[in-house]
């Protein structure tokens, strides 16, 4: 009796510890495919960069240094920090209650801290992942900051919910910023954030 409780209690616990991998596997891709959508989207590294009131050309700009927090913060720290970022978001959009949903899920109050090996994120050309803001501020003067939360997922890894912050910043400190809560979906085995 003693032998198979011991069976259970050892299949179940690898269950659980692959469940956990395949979640955070799934999460890591998630952020490193966001993360790049945003950048693009959002072309810092082209903004910053300016020559008699004329952008540069894309292609002149290399490794614009981008920094990512350590940890990914749990949503319902975020929540309880501010829950007007959670109030009408994606009203009167499909994805209203895909968000509400995910809000009121399990996996959303149970994610915890998370640390992630920000060194692994791939990021594409311009931008350069780099370790530190002392990094940041020797490679350029400008740089991107980014705070990142877990990701709560569906039940199929077909959806999800994200909050992204950025800052500019520069070695005199901050100068802007923004974030938001982002519904995340996986169309074509990649993930994209929908946009408000």
């Known amino acids: 009796m003693k032998k198979t ?3 259970f209690i050892l299949i179940l616990s690898f269950s659980c510890n ?13 952020i490193q495919a966001i993360l790049n959508e945003y950048l693009i989207n959002y072309e810092f590294a082209i903004r910053k960069h300016y020559k008699n009131d004329e952008f540069i ?15 990914l913060i749990p949503l319902c720290q975020i929540k309880e920090d501010n829950e007007n970022l959670f109030e009408g978001e994606y009203k009167d959009t499909k994805f209203a ?3 509400m949903n995910l809000v009121n899920s399990e996996e959303f109050d149970r994610l915890d ?4 090996k920000k060194s692994e994120l791939l990021l594409k050309e311009p931008y350069k992942m780099v370790s530190s803001v002392k990094q940041a501020i020797e490679e350029n003067s400008n740089y991107v900051q980014f705070f990142i939360s877990r990701i ?11 909050y992204i912050r950025h800052r500019d910043g520069m070695k005199s400190g901050y100068y802007a ?8 979906e996986k169309t074509n085995n990649e993930w994209k954030y929908i946009k408000k």
């Open 97 to 99: 209650s895909i968000f």
């Open 177 to 184: 910023g923004q974030g938001g809560v982002y519904v995340i």
């Open 152 to 162: 709560v997922f569906d039940e199929n890894y077909e959806k999800g919910i994200v």
């Open 113 to 116: 801290y998370r640390e992630i």
């Open 5 to 7: 409780a011991f069976l």
């Open 18 to 30: 692959n469940t956990l991998k395949e979640y955070e596997n799934e999460e890591f891709k998630a």
């Open 57 to 71: 050309k894309k292609d002149s700009i290399k490794n614009y240094p981008i920094l990512v927090s350590d940890a």
